[in-house]
């Protein structure tokens, strides 16, 4: 799968944010990443767990290089992406689990059979 270009949003909203608070937003997302890794064993998907792990050990040593850099802009973005991403997968696998995402608890239901 190509590695998308981030956008001009996606960039300017994460520039804008002072650096003690992209270090809150950082533990934010590394917390997130840590849930998400723990859910994926609900969904069969336990190979997932140890890498969104890494990346969360990652954010974490890094934090204080992610917040103050240019580069570090863009490990925040593809962050989110990916945090919006694995949501999305568990959610779509998932057939009626209750899954603890960054955003919030989504109780996801099984389609009618017909």
Do not use: N
């Amino acid at each position: 799968m190509p590695k998308l270009p981030l956008s001009p949003s996606e960039k300017r909203s994460f520039s804008t944010i002072p650096a003690d608070q992209k270090l809150a937003l950082i533990s934010s997302y590394s917390e997130a990443l840590r849930k998400l890794a723990r859910s994926t064993e609900a969904v069969g998907r336990a190979d997932m767990l140890p890498k969104l792990i890494q990346v969360a050990d990652g954010l974490d040593g890094l934090a204080t290089a992610i917040a103050e850099t240019e580069a570090g802009t863009e490990v925040m973005a593809r962050t989110a992406r990916l945090i919006r991403a694995t949501e999305g997968m568990l959610a779509s696998m998932s057939s009626s689990l209750v899954i603890p995402f960054a955003s919030d608890r989504i109780k996801c239901r099984r389609a009618p059979r017909s």
